[in-house]
C-alpha cells in the first residue's frame, strides 16, 4: 500500500508512544453557543477516605504558620494524623482580620486533603498559588522567600509546603478524581466567544454588590454543563480563591464531587454576614448566613435546573465518589426560609430587626418609628 501526499506539508510535530495513546479532551466554540466537551473521561472511583472531619477523640497534631499580607495578618493551622506515615487532613484559619473569602476556602480545602487523590489536592493547590491580587514578599517555613502573587496565593503555598514537609505526595496512588477532570485548565474560547449564565445579588450587611457568572459547556451526550465560576463587582478578592477552587470541582465529570463542596459552603456563617435574599427558582425570600452560603445556593439551583442533581443539591444517582446520604443532604441543603428576629406586635412574625437604628418587621414593614 502506497501513501500519496495531496497537499503541502507545512509543518510537522514529534509525538512520544505515550501521546499517541492518550486522548485529550477537545473544545470546540461556536458563536452564541455553548463550547463542545468532545470527549469525557471514566467516571471517579471512590476517592473519599472522610466524607467529614473523623472525630478523633484524642487530638492531633498540627503545624500554624503566620501571613503577614498587605492588608491582612492571620494564621492557618494544618492538621495531619499517622496513618502508617502523616498525612495532612485539614486547614483552619484563625484569626479575626483573616481575609473574608479565606476561611470557607479552607473548609471546602479540607475535603480534598481528606481524599485519597494526592494529585487532584497538589495540581489545585498550584492552581491555587497563582491566584493574582496584592503581591507580597514570604517567608517560607525552610526560610527561603518568595514572592506570593496574593494572600490566597501565600495560603495555598504554604498548605502545600506542610503537604511536602509530611511526604504527602510521596506515596503514588491512584488519581481518580484527577482523572475525571474535563480539563486541568479552564477551557477559554476564541474571539467569537460563547454564553454563559449569570446573577446579580447584593447583601447590604458586607456591602457585597455582585454579578456571578457561570461559564457552561455541552457534554457528548447534549447535556449542558457549568464548569467555572467568577466574579465581578464590589466584592473581597479572596473570594476569587474560593471560585478558583470551585471551578476546579466544577470540572470534575462526576458532579457528586462539586455537590460535596457546595453542601458544606451551605452552612458557612460571617458576623454580621446574615442578609436576605430570593430563594433560587422562587419568588419567596430568605435568609443566608453569608454571601459565600448563598452563592453555593444559587450554583446548586443552577445544577439543578440543568437536571444535574435534585433541587435540594443531592445527586440524581451515586458514582461511587462517597456514599451519599439523601436525607441528611436535605436537612443540609434546604433553605430556612423562617425569618430570625423578636416578634412583631402587628403581624406576629419572628422578623423583627434593628434597621436604620428602628426595630422594624422583616415581613409587615411595621416599625415603631413610623
Known sequence: MSVSITKKITGYKVVTPEDATRKPSVFVDEPDRHLKLGTVPKPVAASLRWSKRPDLVEGNDSRTYLIRGPEHRFAIDIGHVQNGHAEPFEVWVKGDTAPRGIAPLAKSLS????????GFLQAKLESLAKT??????????????????????????????????LGAYDVQGPTPVLDALMSRKEPKTTARGSDCWFVDFANPNSGDNISMFVKELVLPDGTVRPYSVWLGGKYPKSLDGLCKSLSFDLRVIEVEWVLLKLRQLLSVSEVNGEFRAQVPGH???????STVAYMASLIIDRLAYRGLCEIDGSPKGSSGVVAFDKAKARSVATVDTSPKGMPCGACGALAVKMDGGCATCQECGHSHCQ
Open 132 to 165: 493574582p491580587g496584592k503581591p507580597f514578599e514570604l517567608t517560607l517555613p525552610d526560610h527561603r522567600q518568595v514572592l506570593a502573587p496574593s494572600e490566597v496565593a501565600a495560603f495555598a503555598m504554604l498548605v502545600d509546603f506542610r503537604c511536602r514537609e
Open 283 to 289: 419568588e419567596k425570600t430568605a435568609f443566608y448566613p
Open 111 to 118: 475535603m480534598d486533603m481528606r481524599s485519597r487523590d494526592r
